[in-house]
């Protein structure tokens, strides 16, 4: 059966619950031992951060950060007022969820602690600022900027350090603008002269970084689905990271770039109930509101408990429309009510009770709510662990989380595999391409 009405009434706050942001902070270790002891990597969510790096509320012009250009040049050249009008970015929201917060309840099973017992002290920061490694870059000029590119690639051969130099010290916000400030002053296409004097994965890098966010999604979306098998992997990333407004933008890019809808592509390649959860995710419909109330949270895990664990078989469309209609921190707060109540983990469970591109797509929507930083670190190690490696992939998480949680991802990273991100990126590609990789990556912690 359907939900009723998506939480009637959904009351502020019942049982006042303060909306606190932030989360549980990373270090509390796991869900509490008796659960057959899962991993830690399970539990402490940290703060969840939005999918695209924030953006004054969809860039409007704003002359202001430069200054006068000599000879009278209209302040419209800088770069905040320059993405073409096709292309507007909407404001991408940055801002971590808040996280329901616990209060100290007996626990109904003893030999289980209550929230509140101490498995998972509750220190929710209420904003850690800005969690990317790349900034605007104070006072950059969109002209003189496409003139170092240009000499770049003028003459004979290619001064690759100057166009790592310079993409790797500008924001999305300040790289997006430059093909169109390129063409203003030569009449050429920077993408096209970029792509006929660089080649390999640092050409697939340098083009991904001159994308907006949402045409870079729409196009590894497009890329995911076209060609001979489909990136499964890739589509539940990005369908299940990003924010309603995010995945709105993605689907308009897509249709005016590709000439059909996004859910017909996806329609087209998938099937079963996993093209369900695909075109679920691809609505851009989940419940934002912060706030959480406990007792939702409660029927929600049973109603999960009900459809998997405890039947025979397995309702897979209450998996779906929990998991892809409730809010982040509501969600949050189901996994915890739903592993205090059967003593597993959800993602065990998913396990037990699916298959195939299913579980591995419901476990990556699970793992990316859950905590979003520990998700994406898992998938670039995985990248980039064993034989060969999945630049694609690697590419397309450095450059989407550079400027929304990296420094968080790195954190996770060196967390859960013991070597920072840095050191990884370092040994496994080479070039001018490890070279930008590791611009956009910062630190070496």
């Known amino acids: 059966g359907s939900f009723?009405?998506?939480?009637?009434?959904?009351p502020p706050q019942a049982g006042g619950y303060p909306p606190q942001a932030g989360g549980y902070p990373p270090?509390?270790?796991?869900?509490?031992?008796?659960?057959?002891g899962y991993p830690p990597q399970a539990g402490g969510y940290p703060p969840q951060a939005g999918g695209y790096p924030p953006q004054a509320g969809g860039y409007p012009p704003q002359p202001s950060g430069y200054p006068p250009q000599p000879g009278g040049y209209p302040p419209q050249a800088g770069y905040p007022g320059a993405p073409s009008p096709n292309h507007p970015m909407p404001g991408y929201?940055?801002?971590?969820?808040?996280?329901?917060?616990?209060?100290?309840?007996?626990?109904?099973?003893?030999?289980?602690?209550?929230?509140?017992?101490?498995?998972?002290?509750?220190?929710?920061?209420?904003?850690?600022?800005?969690?990317?490694?790349?900034?605007?870059?104070?006072?950059?000029?969109?002209?003189?900027?496409?003139?170092?590119?240009?000499?770049?690639?003028?003459?004979?051969?290619?001064?690759?350090?100057?166009?790592?130099?310079?993409?790797?010290?500008?924001?999305?916000r300040q790289r997006v603008p430059?093909?169109?400030?390129?063409?203003?002053?030569?009449?050429?296409?920077?993408?096209?002269?970029?792509?006929?004097?660089?080649?390999?994965d640092f050409r697939i890098l340098v083009l991904a970084m001159l994308k907006s966010p949402a045409e870079f999604d729409a196009y590894e979306l497009h890329s995911a689905i076209k060609g001979a098998g489909t990136d499964e992997a890739c589509l539940i990333e990005i369908l299940s990271s990003r924010s309603n407004a995010e995945?709105?933008?993605?689907?308009?890019?897509?249709?005016?770039?590709?000439?059909?809808?996004?859910?017909?592509?996806?329609?087209?390649?998938?099937?079963?109930?996993?093209?369900?959860?695909?075109i679920s995710l691809a609505q851009g419909n989940r419940d934002e509101r912060p706030n959480v109330d406990i007792s939702l949270a409660k029927q929600d895990a049973q109603a999960l408990y009900a459809a998997g664990e405890n039947k025979l078989g397995t309702d897979e469309s209450k998996f779906n429309a929990i998991l892809c209609a409730r809010s982040k921190p509501h969600l949050r707060a189901?996994?915890?009510?739903?592993?205090?109540?059967?003593?597993?983990?959800?993602?065990?469970?998913?396990?037990?009770?699916?298959s195939g591109d299913l579980e591995s797509g419901m476990k990556a929507v699970v793992?990316?709510?859950?905590?979003?930083?520990?998700?994406?670190?898992?998938?670039?190690?995985?990248?980039?662990?064993?034989?060969?490696?999945?630049?694609k992939t690697l590419i397309r998480i450095m450059v989407t989380r550079s400027e929304v949680d990296m420094l968080d991802i790195r954190q996770e990273y060196v967390k859960n595999y013991g070597k920072s991100l840095y050191t990884h990126i370092s040994g496994d590609t080479s070039g001018d391409y490890k070279k930008l990789l590791l611009k956009l990556c910062g630190g070496s912690d």
């Open 4 to 10: 009723p009405a998506l939480y009637p009434g959904y």
């Open 27 to 36: 270090q509390a270790g796991g869900y509490p031992p008796q659960a057959g």
């Open 93 to 172: 929201g940055g801002a971590p969820a808040p996280m329901p917060v616990y209060p100290k309840v007996p626990s109904p099973n003893p030999s289980m602690p209550a929230y509140g017992g101490g498995a998972m002290p509750i220190a929710p920061p209420i904003n850690r600022g800005f969690r990317g490694t790349i900034k605007d870059y104070p006072g950059a000029d969109p002209l003189k900027d496409v003139e170092v590119l240009r000499k770049a690639m003028k003459g004979f051969g290619t001064d690759e350090q100057a166009i790592i130099d310079l993409l790797g010290s500008r924001s999305i």
């Open 178 to 200: 430059m093909p169109r400030s390129y063409k203003t002053s030569y009449g050429k296409d920077l993408i096209k002269d970029l792509h006929s004097e660089l080649s390999g």
């Open 247 to 278: 995945i709105k933008e993605i689907n308009r890019i897509y249709k005016q770039e590709y000439k059909k809808t996004l859910e017909d592509a996806i329609s087209g390649d998938t099937s079963g109930h996993f093209r369900r959860l695909l």
């Open 334 to 354: 189901v996994f915890l009510e739903y592993q205090q109540m059967c003593g597993r983990d959800i993602e065990k469970s998913i396990d037990r009770e699916m």
């Open 367 to 391: 793992k990316c709510i859950k905590n979003t930083p520990g998700y994406f670190a898992e998938r670039l190690y995985k990248s980039m662990k064993g034989a060969g490696t999945k630049d």
